[in-house]
C-alpha cells in the first residue's frame, strides 16, 4: 500500500504526497497564492491584513484544500457500494504511483471523501 496523504483540492483535483511536509508546504503556497489574489481584488495590502483577515482571504474565493491519509481513503473505498472494477480502478491509483487524478472523473469519491476523517493541518503551519 503506499503510504501518505491524498489532498482535494478545490479545483477538484487530487493530489498524493508521501509526507505530511510536502502537504503543510502545498497547502501554504495555496493559500499564499489565495491571499495574493485577494489583495489584488480588493487593493489591501497583504503586510496590513491580521491573521484573521488572512484565514478568510485564504480560502475566500474556490475554499479550502482537504486532506486524507491514502490507508483510510483506500479502507473507505473498500467498504463502498460502488461497483467492483470501479472500486479495483481507485485502489489501484491509490497503491501505485498516480500522483495526480480529478474528482470529476470518479463521481463516486467525492461521497467516499466525506465518509473520511479529514486531517487538519492548519495545526502544523509555522
Known sequence: MKEGYIVLMPNEDI?????????VLMI??????TIEEYCDDYEIEYD???KNEMNFASGYSVGMPRVFKT?????????????????DSLISKFKL???????EDYPDLE??????D???????FD
Open 118 to 124: 479529514e486531517i487538519a493541518v492548519e495545526n502544523y
Open 71 to 87: 490507508e483510510d481513503v483506500v479502507d473507505m473505498i473498500k467498504k463502498s457500494d460502488i461497483i467492483q472494477c470501479e472500486k
Open 48 to 50: 496590513d491584513m491580521s
Open 111 to 116: 461521497d467516499i471523501l466525506d465518509e473520511c
Open 97 to 103: 504511483t498516480e500522483k495526480t487524478i480529478n474528482l
Open 28 to 33: 501554504q503556497e495555496f493559500n499564499k497564492k
Open 15 to 23: 493530489i498524493q504526497l508521501d509526507n505530511l511536509n510536502d502537504v
